[in-house]
């Protein structure tokens, strides 16, 4: 059982940077693939970034590439997103995933575990 809780959301304005955490328990959160989603008003949860178990291997969709890293702190049990060159389209809940996987998981059906979410608003 692993608990996921984001923290990091806020408002910025279009060019900004947003750092988004995500805190997991347990002590084999290194044995879990890590995810972020994010799902906008009237639209359905899309994927956005995983991070294999040991952080050898990233996947982004197209959408945010260039623009955003996904990283974990194994001894922290942490999964970040930094957003930098963030855009009004990139406006939505982000949500943080984790499940059992030998390799990166980008379906949204693959993740067992999930956070609450955390909200993101960029202006123009």
């Known amino acids: 059982q692993v608990q996921l809780v984001e923290s990091g959301g806020g408002m910025v304005q279009a060019g900004g940077s947003l750092r988004l955490s995500c805190a997991a328990s347990?002590?084999?959160?290194?044995?879990?693939?890590a995810g972020w989603f994010r799902q906008a008003p009237g639209k359905e949860r899309e994927f956005v970034a995983t991070?294999?178990?040991?952080?050898?291997?990233?996947y982004y969709a197209d959408s945010v590439k260039g623009r955003f890293t996904i990283s974990r702190d194994i001894v922290q049990n942490t999964v970040y997103l930094q957003m930098n060159s963030l855009k009004p389209e990139d406006t939505a809940v982000y949500y943080c995933?984790?499940?059992?996987?030998?390799?990166?998981?980008?379906?949204?059906?693959?993740?067992?575990?999930w956070g609450q979410g955390t909200q993101v608003t960029v202006s123009s």
């Open positions: 347990g002590r084999t959160f290194d044995s879990y693939v």
């Open positions: 991070i294999s178990r040991r952080a050898v291997s990233t």
């Open positions: 995933a984790a499940t059992l996987s030998p390799r990166p998981v980008v379906a949204t059906a693959e993740y067992a575990y």
